[in-house]
């Protein structure tokens, strides 16, 4: 296992980062790149300067040459700030991210001034169940989930109002490289952060979605238990791209949290 490499995007070409003394980095979900951010930057941009960044083999990222932890995921995001000159900053994610996000504030608590945790959790499910989903992977590819992931990740009220914007991010799964998508699954597999809790004294704001059945109210609640000072905010009606759904919640949630 190695590290893989990480491509951030700054929402704002140029900026000096190294000078900034409130940073946001940005995570997606499983299966999207940075663009799953669009809707909530604009409110976030008017409080930090904001670095996203992509999975392996998703948007910007290259692809991955082995497998990796996500420990290993959350080592990368830090060397990408350093390579930003970024000594210290908030990070948001989502799902995926989000996990990476609790490695971080575990691993690295000098450098997390606060972390959101968004539509996550500290283990999702069992190894044979992520060992199936990459091999269906390696089989049939990413745009063989589209149809089945659409009713997960948003609520039927949301794709009846905005189906423009399901369809964007539902192409970004279907975009995603088949061979990183399943590493990733894999190493959500071998994901457990649950030992890790206790010891976190980084400020951790959990936000869930009501309905979302990926990381339910449940799973973000014992997250937020079982972190020393960490708060949860359930948003009513909404899935797991809480993000997309509610995202000026999610940016007004985060900016309060964080102070």
């Given at each position: 296992?190695?590290?893989?490499?990480?491509?951030?995007?700054?929402?704002?070409?140029?900026?000096?980062?190294?000078?900034?003394?409130?940073?946001?980095?940005?995570?997606?979900?499983?299966?999207?790149?940075?663009?799953?951010?669009?809707?909530?930057?604009?409110?976030?941009?008017?409080?930090?300067?904001?670095?996203?960044?992509?999975?392996?083999?998703?948007?910007?990222?290259?692809?991955?040459?082995?497998?990796?932890?996500?420990?290993?995921?959350?080592?990368?995001?830090?060397?990408?700030?350093?390579?930003?000159?970024?000594?210290?900053?908030?990070?948001?994610?989502?799902?995926?991210?989000?996990?990476?996000?609790?490695?971080?504030?575990?691993?690295?608590?000098?450098?997390?001034?606060?972390?959101?945790?968004?539509?996550?959790?500290?283990?999702?499910?069992?190894?044979?169940?992520?060992?199936?989903?990459?091999?269906?992977?390696?089989?049939?590819?990413?745009?063989?989930?589209?149809?089945?992931?659409?009713?997960?990740?948003?609520?039927?009220?949301?794709?009846?109002?905005?189906?423009?914007?399901?369809?964007?991010?539902?192409?970004?799964?279907?975009?995603?490289?088949?061979?990183?998508?399943?590493?990733?699954?894999?190493?959500?597999?071998?994901?457990?952060?649950?030992?890790?809790?206790?010891?976190?004294?980084?400020?951790?704001?959990v936000i869930s979605g009501?309905?979302?059945?990926?990381?339910?109210?449940?799973?973000?609640?014992?997250v937020a238990d079982g972190?020393?000072?960490?708060?949860?905010?359930v948003i009513p009606g909404?899935?797991?791209?809480?993000?997309?759904?509610?995202?000026?919640?999610?940016?007004?949630?985060?900016?309060?949290?964080?102070?």
């Amino acid at each position: 296992m190695t590290r893989p490499e990480l491509v951030g995007t700054p929402d704002i070409p140029g900026t000096d980062f190294a000078s900034s003394h409130r940073v946001l980095i940005l995570g997606p979900s499983l299966g999207t790149d940075t663009h799953l951010w669009d809707l909530a930057a604009p409110a976030l941009r008017e409080h930090y300067a904001v670095l996203r960044w992509d999975l392996p083999g998703h948007g910007a990222s290259p692809s991955a040459r082995d497998s990796f932890t996500l420990s290993e995921l959350a080592d990368a995001v830090v060397s990408l700030a350093d390579s930003y000159g970024i000594s210290n900053f908030y990070h948001a994610g989502v799902s995926i991210a989000g996990a990476t996000g609790i490695l971080l504030a575990a691993h690295y608590p000098d450098k997390l001034q606060g972390v959101g945790v968004v539509c996550s959790a500290a283990k999702f499910g069992e190894p044979a169940m992520w060992d199936e989903r990459a091999a269906g992977i390696r089989a049939n590819g990413t745009a063989s989930m589209v149809a089945g992931t659409m009713g997960r990740w948003f609520s039927p009220e949301f794709i009846q109002k905005s189906p423009e914007t399901v369809q964007t991010v539902m192409q970004m799964l279907a975009d995603a490289n088949d061979e990183d998508y399943a590493k990733l699954c894999e190493a959500l597999g071998s994901y457990d952060a649950r030992p890790e809790l206790a010891g976190i004294r980084v400020p951790v704001l959990v936000i869930s979605g009501g309905v979302d059945p990926g990381a339910t109210p449940e799973m973000g609640k014992a997250v937020a238990d079982g972190i020393p000072g960490a708060k949860q905010i359930v948003i009513p009606g909404v899935s797991h791209q809480a993000a997309t759904e509610a995202p000026l919640e999610v940016a007004k949630d985060l900016i309060e949290f964080f102070g």
